[in-house]
């Protein structure tokens, strides 16, 4: 096929910031801790940058994306943008705006050292402790950003020179820019209020004069476009919010600059003419999550229009069948006269940067693979195919693709009998405990005679120095298996002593020997491959290496079983087996994309479940299953939810009920919306839950209350997210707060998350204003 030359463009909504090599982390772990200063952590930002709109330009883009970067979260940097920091910071006229970004996104205990940036601990001396801003899941991804708070008083005014001074960056290297702004009503949308009764959309009539003045800054620099996201409809919108859109981008559209509104992670559905007729000069959409509309909206969208399709999957790691995407692509090139745009799904955030360093990866199937910089180079392909440029190169690359997807359907390595025969055996009672919980909760209670508000942790402690170089001496062939499990054994005998010491009733091994609590299962399951460099970012500089789940899934022998026991043979108090759950495995690894999701997710959910078996007979009676990530595999739109929500809490069960009424199952979610799901929840039947509660002020919480949560549950107390020490007294008016919507008699003590991620200083002082606080409530309930 080939269409009128220079007819159809390429670009990406955006695209991995942290580096080939993680460059960012590194940098900003050294600006926290004082090794690095501003202006470095600044230059540093810099040279990334560059890199990235190198790398864009030479794959034959159009355009490269500038207001995708960010330190720490894009939603925060238009906290800063938009001039609406929450006043409860006490920011100073003299702070600096990263010192004041880091503090919101990290929070504040109001001493030099943990004042949140290199060079700006003395400006944070003076002022009071303050926490950071809560964080939750960007739509249905593994990527958290910084909630903003909205009050009644919330003004709004251009305060942050970053975007133009980033615009003026790339014009000055020769890009055509294409600037990208969070959308006026997804941002009012993502934010949160605890005012009563207020409605943060009344907040549009001042918020959209700051977005004009904002396009015409970015007008009189030139800027070519300006990709304003709106992701919010693809959800079920309440009707004002559907209604302010033509209002709103009426007014936007004033200005002059040309505006690419996009829409991406699910369809538009009951939005669909709504975008399409909106006054703006582009639309793109997602024909990867919702390729059934393509045709529609190339017959809504009028001609002058620009039609960016999102044909390169931004979510995931497959290579494109090339040739399906022209097949999808050629019709709407066929029928549309008006301007064609080519594109990933959504931001390429969400994927790894590159398979060039991935030499120790199976050839097989690293040739069914395609990461954020192969998948421009897919763009390219497309773009050339379809303008019948340079034919000799592009016929080699789509039989290049011919050959991965066919090698990828007929490899012997993807299909295992003996696993599909035993998820087709599955037995219809395989999700349910022996008895009702009110029986196992008396079974339990006379087996571990725990105090009230019993404390415990929610599983891993601090990846020290000696932890994380023995990993990577071990991983060389430094040091063999005999003298890295002697090290790790080290270190559960010293996590386990300090949790003695200070005082908590429910123990666990700590996690040294886990690198992620993801990939270390995956490690050991059979259907799983994994990457070296394969990193993505899932906040601030915390970046994770998800599995790809190429195949079905098994266990081939006990994963966690010798650790538990070693540990449990330290202490006569009750040690925690920590498992992860099969929707957590599945959410937070690339899956396979050739059967259902839910097919996958019950073969992880067997594989679970014969751990849990093995760590029952073991003598372990407390074992955990985390599932954080249920909330966030919810599809967007609610019509969707129940059949996911079923086949989701039956994967969980069925990991979860192998066990006698005497072995309790808990499970950890954390950084999610449970109200609307709380049925649900209470259906997954675990005999304790634990979550995330701190940042919220407990808030959280109050669902659980009002739906009467039958199980036990321990509302996280302390944000492990942040640096900040709280004291005893904070935990207690939370402890208090939940005490007042949750039966005291069926409450833990536990901090937020995982403590990986803090040092063994903050954490042992925290857990002891923990255990004090929990004490405290004892005297008093």
């Known amino acids: 096929m080939t269409t009128t030359k220079n007819a159809i463009h390429t670009h990406v ?45 030479d794959a034959g883009l159009d355009f490269v994306s500038v207001g995708d970067f960010a330190f720490y979260d894009q939603v925060a940097n238009h906290i800063q943008l938009l001039g609406c920091e929450p006043a409860r910071y006490g920011f100073q006229p003299e702070q600096s705006q990263l010192s004041r970004y880091f503090t919101m996104a990290r929070g504040r205990s109001g001493d030099a050292h943990e004042a949140g940036c290199g060079c700006g601990a003395h400006e944070a001396d003076a002022l009071p402790a303050a926490a950071a801003l809560e964080m939750t899941k960007w739509f249905d991804t593994n990527y958290h950003y910084l909630v903003p708070e909205f009050t009644p008083e919330t003004a709004f005014s251009l305060a942050c020179e970053r975007l133009f001074d980033e615009v003026a960056e790339a014009q000055a290297l020769g890009h055509a820019v294409k600037a990208v702004l969070i959308g006026p009503l997804t941002f009012l949308w993502l934010g949160k209020t605890r005012t009563a009764g207020f409605d943060r959309l009344t907040l549009l009539d001042r918020l959209l004069p700051i977005y004009g003045q904002v396009l015409d800054r970015l007008k009189a620099q030139g800027v070519q476009w300006v990709q304003v996201d709106e992701p919010i409809l693809g959800l079920d919108l309440p009707a004002p919010w559907r209604s302010a859109f033509e209002n709103t981008y009426w007014q936007l559209n004033q200005v002059g600059v040309p505006l690419l509104l996009a829409s991406y992670f699910s369809p538009l559905e009951e939005n669909l003419s709504l975008a399409c007729r909106l006054p703006v000069a582009g639309l793109h959409v997602d024909g990867v999550r919702a390729p059934q509309e393509l045709t529609s909206i190339a017959d809504w969208l009028p001609v002058h229009k620009v039609l960016s399709v999102g044909i390169v999957d931004g979510r995931n790691i497959w290579r494109t069948d090339l040739d399906a995407a022209l097949a999808v692509l050629a019709p709407i090139v066929e029928k549309r006269a008006g ?110 005679q725990l105090p009230a508000f019993p404390t415990t942790t929610i599983g891993s402690f601090p990846q020290t120095a000696a932890i994380r170089s023995a990993r990577a001496s071990f991983k060389r062939g430094e040091l063999d298996a005999a003298g890295y499990a002697a090290t790790m054994r080290q270190e559960i005998a010293y996590a386990v002593r300090q949790q003695e010491a200070l005082g908590l009733d429910v123990l666990v091994h ?72 099969p929707i957590t495995i599945l959410q937070w690894s690339f899956v396979r994309d050739d059967q259902p999701r839910s097919r996958t997710a019950l073969q992880i959910a067997l594989a679970i479940r014969d751990e849990v078996a093995d760590l029952e007979q073991a003598g372990i009676g407390i074992i955990q299953i985390d599932e954080p990530a249920v909330r966030e595999g919810l599809p967007l739109r609610r019509g969707r939810w129940d059949a996911y929500l079923d086949w989701a809490t039956q994967a969980f069960r069925v990991s979860a009920s192998a066990v006698g009424d005497a072995t309790q199952i808990h499970t950890h979610m954390c950084y ?16 304790v839950i634990t979550i995330e509660t701190s940042r919220s002020d407990m808030e959280l919480l109050n669902g659980f209350g009002q739906f009467r949560y039958p199980n036990e549950i321990g509302p996280g107390v302390y944000d492990i997210h942040s640096p900040r020490v709280p004291d005893q007294q904070e935990m207690v008016r939370l402890l208090q707060k939940a005490s007042a919507v949750i039966p005291p008699a069926n409450l833990w003590v536990n901090p937020d998350c995982g403590l990986k991620t803090r040092g063994w200083p903050e954490t042992q002082a925290a857990l002891r204003n923990m255990v004090a606080a929990a004490r405290q409530l004892r005297a008093i309930y």
């Open 13 to 57: 909504p955006g695209f991995p910031r942290i580096g080939a090599a993680r460059e960012l982390k590194f940098a900003l772990e050294k600006n926290w801790r004082g090794e690095l200063s501003d202006a470095e952590l600044e230059s540093a930002g810099r040279e990334l940058r560059a890199r990235h709109w190198a790398l864009q330009r």
């Open 339 to 448: 301007r064609l745009w080519l594109s990933s799904s959504c931001s390429l955030l969400h994927v790894p940067f590159t398979l060039a360093a991935e030499t120790q990866l199976d050839g097989e199937i690293r040739s069914w693979l395609a990461f954020a910089s192969e998948k421009l180079d897919e763009l390219n392909i497309l773009k050339r195919a379809l303008h019948g440029d340079d034919a000799a190169a592009v016929n080699a690359a789509l039989a290049t693709s011919r050959a991965a997807v066919a090698s990828r359907r007929a490899s012997p390595r993807v299909h295992q009998a003996a696993v599909r025969a035993r998820l087709d055996a599955l037995p219809a009672d395989a999700g349910q405990r022996r008895s009702g919980f009110a029986q196992r909760q008396a079974e339990q209670r006379a087996r571990f």
């Open 510 to 581: 700590g996690e040294a020997e886990r690198n992620d609590m993801v990939e270390y299962f995956g490690e050991q399951l059979d259907g799983f491959a994994f990457t070296r460099l394969g990193w993505v970012q899932s906040y601030g500089s915390r970046c994770v290496k998800p599995p790809v789940i190429y195949g079905d899934v098994s266990r081939p022998k006990a994963m966690t079983v010798d650790w538990t026991v070693h540990a449990q043979s330290l202490t006569g108090k009750p040690m925690k087996g920590m498992l992860t759950g």
């Open 672 to 687: 999610a919306e449970f109200n609307d799901i709380l049925p649900q929840i209470a259906a997954m039947d675990a005999d």
